[in-house]
């Protein structure tokens, strides 16, 4: 299994090497419900921790610090080209808000702010495998009465583009919903189609 994870962590890191100069320019096309997802979140004016699993250039994070003020943040990515625009993004909040090059994974975390709110964005589709592992590990990072917020792909019934998008490292098989909803109480869920149906995005808040 370390086997596994370790070629995964190094497929991905390749491939972010050559993506992360042009992410935020070129994602907008297809990675939708991102800005959705947020503003669904229910954060309160009062000191409020988030973590962000995958936190990619920080433009997530960038946009809950703007909103909230009173929010603070870890965000975790396994790719340092990602790392390092996310810190030049988050260079106004290095008081608030921490970006680590590293994995998120079992007996890490200990040392963190527990926090409130935990968020994937487009991640967990991509981490196969390991990906269940890591919602199982959120769900016990998270304070009592925490939140988790996850946005992904979900499902497609074209199976050339499932396949595409399986050389780009996603598995988009309806398979985070089920664990999502085992895992945590839901307390919003959307599934949403994009492009005319040739897929669907999920949008989960979920309740420890």
Known sequence: MKTQHKTLEQTL???????APIYDLTRWSFLFGRISILKKLQIPKKPYHIWEIGCGTGKNLAFLLKTHPSITCLGLD????MVEIAKEKLKDFKKTCSILHTTYK???????????????????????PGWQELLEQAQKDLKPGGHIA??????????????W????????????????????TSTQKE????????????LFVGKK
């Open 78 to 81: 396994t790719s340092k080209e």
């Open 13 to 19: 890191s390749s491939y972010y090497q050559m993506h």
């Open 150 to 163: 996850v946005v992904d792909f979900h499902q497609s019934t074209f199976s050339g583009f499932k396949k």
């Open 191 to 202: 599934i949403k189609s994009a492009y005319f149906g040739i897929w669907q995005y999920l």
């Open 165 to 184: 998008m399986g050389v780009n490292h996603v598995e988009m098989n309806g398979h985070l919903l089920p664990v999502l909803e085992k895992l945590f």
């Open 106 to 128: 079992v007996n890490h975390t200990e040392d963190w702010e527990k926090p409130d709110l935990i968020l994937f964005s487009y991640s967990l589709s991509m981490i196969n």
